[in-house]
């Protein structure tokens, strides 16, 4: 492939940008400077430099954040940050987008990619990816709360009542639920409408990846990493 457009499609700006950034002789390949934009590159195993900066070239790019709390999942936030302030800026430009979202005070992991098929098959309601949440309660659990959840209860807007997979209490006040739905405000609202409400909420788990295990070990909140051929093994082993 050629430079200019390589670099162009993994996120360094415009054609023109990327020629010029080339021609400054800020890129470097495999070790050393080229200054050719038109030089065909062999994308293979390819490592490169942009203005000092280390990258992999990546033809679809995977990512796992640890979403903090006070982020919204949108390009155009309303009233925070945006999630995608957490990542490089090259990532953003090649358009990666989150699959679903987490509500802004929702903290845990939330992934992203610029591969569509990828976001559709792992959002699609049909393919029931299970998610694990950690809330903790405004109120002390009622012995009934885990059977409702369990047994499913009814959302304005559905259907059918809505059940949890699982669903146990880790504390008085500290619910931990496997759900593969992806609806807006989910948890909260299955939880309003078994009677108690959520005061904050965390996703640990998304598919076999879970936060602080595996490839996520060491994750710290508001870092990401890349999710690599095994990772995303992992991610579908459920
Ligand atoms: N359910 C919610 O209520 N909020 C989230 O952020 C995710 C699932």
């Known amino acids: 492939?050629?430079?200019?457009?390589?670099?162009?499609?993994?996120?360094?700006?415009?054609?023109?940008?990327?020629?010029?950034?080339?021609?400054?002789?800020?890129?470097?390949?495999?070790?050393?400077?080229?200054?050719?934009?038109?030089?065909?590159i062999d994308t293979a195993g390819l490592t490169y430099e942009v203005a000092g900066e280390a990258w992999i070239y990546r033809e679809k790019t995977y990512l796992a954040?640890?979403?903090p709390a006070?982020?919204?999942?949108?390009?155009?936030?309303?009233?925070?940050?945006?999630?995608?302030?957490?990542?490089?800026?090259?990532?953003?430009?090649?358009?990666?987008?989150?699959?679903?979202?987490?509500d802004v005070d929702t903290t845990g992991l939330l992934l992203f990619s610029d591969d569509g098929a990828f976001i559709h098959t792992l959002s699609s309601p049909k393919k029931h990816v299970p998610k694990i949440y950690r809330a903790e309660l405004a109120e002390p659990a009622a012995d009934t709360l885990v059977p409702r959840l369990l047994a499913g209860v009814d959302l304005i807007d559905e259907p059918r009542p809505v059940a949890a997979l699982d669903?146990?209490?880790?504390?008085?006040?500290?619910?931990?639920?496997?759900?593969?739905?992806?609806k807006y405000h989910v948890v909260k609202r299955m939880i309003a409408a078994a009677g108690n409400h959520v005061q904050t909420l965390h996703r640990s788990g998304f598919g076999g990846l879970s936060l602080g295990e595996g490839p996520l070990?060491?994750?710290?909140?508001?870092?990401?990493?890349?999710?690599?051929?095994d990772a995303l093994r992992q991610l579908r082993a459920v």
Not at 168 to 177: F, I
Not at 218 to 224: M, P, W
């Open 167 to 182: 669903a146990c209490l880790r504390g008085p006040t500290t619910l931990e639920m496997r759900l593969d739905l992806g």
């Open 70 to 102: 006070g982020f919204e999942c949108s390009h155009e936030p309303k009233h925070h940050r945006s999630v995608y302030s957490l990542l490089p800026h090259p990532l953003v430009v090649r358009n990666v987008q989150s699959v679903g979202r987490l």
């Open 1 to 40: 492939m050629k430079l200019d457009r390589l670099l162009q499609a993994q996120g360094f700006g415009s054609r023109r940008q990327c020629r010029q950034l080339v021609e400054l002789g800020e890129v470097r390949v495999r070790g050393d400077v080229v200054d050719d934009p038109d030089a065909a």
């Open 65 to 67: 954040l640890f979403k």
């Open 217 to 229: 070990a060491g994750l710290a909140e508001g870092q990401f990493i890349y999710l690599d051929a």
